[in-house]
């Protein structure tokens, strides 16, 4: 996701990543980017934001994906979720494939 904000950010995809050995050992959560303090402060931000909306979305996909497949016991009733959260589920349940562990089971013999 920090790509895809470096890119939107700096409206390039065409983006250098500078990976810091120390010791002989990689450091992988070491990123280095030309650009400015503003560029900075607004990828920090966008990436917060982003962050954490991608959280509640995975969350949200997560409860539908579990109903779509009853996988556990679950409803409207069984979360204090709102109405506009529901339909919203709804609408990922819908777009999801009906597949079934049974189906496989079948077409493997």
């Known amino acids: 996701m920090l790509h895809q904000v470096f890119s939107k950010v700096l409206n390039s995809t065409d983006i250098n990543f500078y990976c810091y050995k120390q010791n002989g050992r990689k450091i992988s959560n070491l990123v280095g980017l030309d650009c400015t303090l503003a560029q900075k402060v607004e990828i920090s931000f966008l990436?917060?934001?982003?962050k954490a909306l991608y959280k509640r979305e995975e969350e949200r996909f997560f409860s539908a994906f579990i109903i779509k497949h009853q996988l556990g016991i679950a409803?409207?009733?069984?979360?204090?979720?709102?109405?506009?959260?529901?339909?919203?589920?709804?609408?990922?349940?819908?777009?999801?494939?009906?597949?079934?562990?049974?189906?496989h089971l079948v077409d493997n013999r």
Not at 47 to 50: C, E, K
Not at 75 to 103: A, W
């Open 47 to 50: 990436f917060d934001f982003y």
């Open 75 to 103: 409803s409207k009733g069984s979360k204090n979720i709102s109405d506009e959260d529901y339909q919203k589920m709804l609408q990922l349940i819908n777009g999801m494939e009906n597949d079934s562990p049974h189906i």
